[in-house]
């Protein structure tokens, strides 16, 4: 038999070409480590759901910034378009507050339930060069400031322990980067749009072109960290998809060598 197999496809252009992965002689998968598959469908389905909130948050931002310049244009304030989009506005966006408070939750929940696993599975199975337990790499999102730090270091080892799982020397891809950096920008500016976004007492007082100016920030800021956040969901599910992949090779070749 074999001592080496080939390395898993990796299905992402962003993903770092690397020589074949040892998983024969000195190195077996545990019975103990489960299935990511599962975890990997629920963690889908939170980070579309995120994802679809935040592009309808976009949606509304545009609307509402285009209404606003027609009616400087001359629009009448009572015209059927403006009312219709008023009431849309009026009726939803009650919703998106809490309905983002939710998924996150659930994105929170996914996130840590496919993390943990992930680095037990390579824990039980003797996987080498972990520096980070499954316990604080799963927890750390919910400590302040080390949540800005850990987790994305917590990925990265789940990604090169289950691509090499010998030596954890293989470097983890781009995406995995862009997934941080977007979920940090995101939270950014969000902080941001949070302090800028005019009260109801001081909107009461602006002149029509400072209620657009506000607007126009509002649209800019809102827009980015909504986009921002819709990108690092997608390379969260890209990265999940290439660490089950590997995973599940592993699993498939030591059952084959034993």
């Not at 730090?149 to 470097?171: C, I, N, T």
Request: a neutral charge; hydrophobic letters at 50%.
């Amino acid at each position: 038999m074999n001592d080496t197999a080939a390395a898993p496809p990796v299905d992402d252009i962003w993903a770092t070409k690397h020589p074949e992965l040892v998983a024969g002689r000195g190195y077996a998968w545990s019975p103990q480590a489960k299935s990511l598959t599962g975890r990997l469908n629920l963690l889908r389905v939170a980070a579309f759901g995120m994802a679809a909130v935040q592009l309808y948050a976009i949606m509304l931002i545009v609307g509402a910034y285009v209404l606003v310049q027609q009616v400087a244009g001359g629009l009448a304030p009572d015209s059927p378009i403006l009312g219709a989009f008023a009431q849309v506005a009026i009726v939803t966006s009650q919703y998106i507050l809490p309905a983002t408070v939710i998924i996150l939750l659930a994105c929170a929940a996914t996130y840590v339930m496919f993390v943990h696993r992930g680095i037990k599975n390579l824990e039980v199975s003797g996987a080498r060069n972990l520096s980070i337990s499954a316990g604080w790499g799963a927890g750390s999102i919910f400590v302040p400031l080390v949540s800005w730090v850990v987790p994305f270091m917590a990925m990265r080892q789940l990604w090169e322990g289950s691509h090499d799982p010998v030596a954890g020397k293989y470097s983890a891809p781009m995406v995995v980067n862009i997934w941080w950096g977007t979920w940090i920008v995101g939270n950014l500016l969000g902080l941001i749009l949070n302090y800028s976004t005019p009260r109801e007492a001081a909107i009461a007082s602006m002149s029509a072109e400072e209620y657009l100016s506000a607007l126009t920030l509002l649209l800019f800021v809102g827009s980015g960290a909504a986009l921002s956040t819709i990108i690092s969901c997608f390379c969260l599910l890209t990265v999940a998809k290439q660490v089950t992949t590997a995973q599940e090779s592993l699993r498939s070749t030591s059952a084959f060598d034993a």
